[in-house]
Structure formats: C-alpha cells, structure tokens
C-alpha cells in the first residue's frame, strides 16, 4: 500500500519529515550535552587538584554549602571561568562583593562571592570572554578576615533567568575537569 503510485508522494514525505526530526532532535541534544560547564576554565590562574575540596554538601553556617571555597591570597585575580555576560554586581551580608555571570545562552549562572573588589570598570550588563579578570580575591562578607578566598558557585537558571535564582549544581567535577584541561593545555 505505501508503494502504490497513488501514496508514494505521502511516503516520500513522512520519510523526509521523519530525518528531518531525527536530525533535529541531534542537534537539540547536543546543544543540550555542551554546557558551558564543561567548558571552563578555572577562575584562578595556576589552580591545582589539591587546592579543590568538595565542600557542596557540607554545612556552613547553618545551611547547605552549594560552592566551593578556593583559598588564595588576598588581591589574586579572578577569571570569568566562561564567556558571557555580567548580570548582577552585589554586595550582600553574607557573599561580601560578588559577581553573577550568566554564560552565552543564559542556562547558566556563575556566582562569584568574598571578593576584595571587581576589577575597574566592570559593569552589569557587560559582556565578558573566558579568562578575563573580573574581581579579586578576599574576605568581604560573612568570610573571615584571615582567609581570603573566592566562595565559587554554579546555578541552572530557571525559565524566568532570575539571578537570585536558580538550582545550585556542583561546581567540583566542573573545576576538577577545568584544572586538567588547563594542565594539558587544552
């Protein structure tokens, strides 16, 4: 019945449709498989493994953790670990001086927290490339005045792309993966 001269051309066309949506449906998913996440690079330049602990679990101050602490020196500068664009400079209570960085196609918010300062002329709405200085570690907020460090957090932004919002998601094997890539050189 499909190969009668009558139906040929419905044939030919539910054949055409069916690789169209085949094709399509690849190229959804592997839009969907290249995050931005594998795709950084660290925030501190000369990271190591040893300098990450995976504290996402862990609790501070009463609550989830949801980041990773990185210590370093006071005034070490901080790389936007991708490109994309400033959405929120802030000063909170508790994260001190932070930067929210949404990556290219906006299914990501890069939190930056503690930091001594932004670098000069960092602006919202500003776009930024991957490895540009965006801040510089310290200690404002809720962090100890005797450990500097960058409080570095990952959310999956919502519908609304609210950058108080969002679902936190490990930063640790995106980091752990970040160093390794940048030890090769790749």
């Given at each position: 019945m499909w190969f009668d001269k009558g139906h040929r051309s419905f044939w030919k066309m539910g054949l055409w449709l069916c690789i169209c949506i085949a094709v399509l449906l690849q190229v959804v998913l592997a839009g969907r498989e290249t995050s931005s996440i594998v795709e950084m690079t660290p925030p501190i330049s000369g990271l190591a493994l040893v300098d990450l602990h995976d504290e996402f679990e862990e609790f501070h101050n009463g609550h989830r953790h949801e980041a990773i602490d990185i210590l370093e020196p006071r005034g070490t500068p901080v790389h936007a670990v991708v490109p994309g664009t400033i959405r929120k400079l802030f000063f909170s209570i508790r994260g001190g001086n932070t930067i929210?960085?949404?990556d290219e196609m906006g299914m990501y918010c890069y939190y930056y927290a503690h930091l001594d300062r932004n670098v000069e002329g960092l602006r919202e709405g500003m776009q930024v490339k991957r490895g540009?200085?965006?801040?510089?570690v310290g200690s404002t907020g809720n962090a100890d005045a005797r450990t500097p460090h960058l409080h570095f957090a990952i959310f999956e932004l919502?519908?609304?792309k609210a950058w108080s919002k969002g679902k936190a998601i490990d930063p640790?094997?995106?980091l752990v993966g970040a160093v390794k890539r940048a030890k090769r050189g790749t």
């Open positions: 929210y960085q949404f540009d200085v965006i801040g510089f919502g519908p609304e640790y094997p995106g």
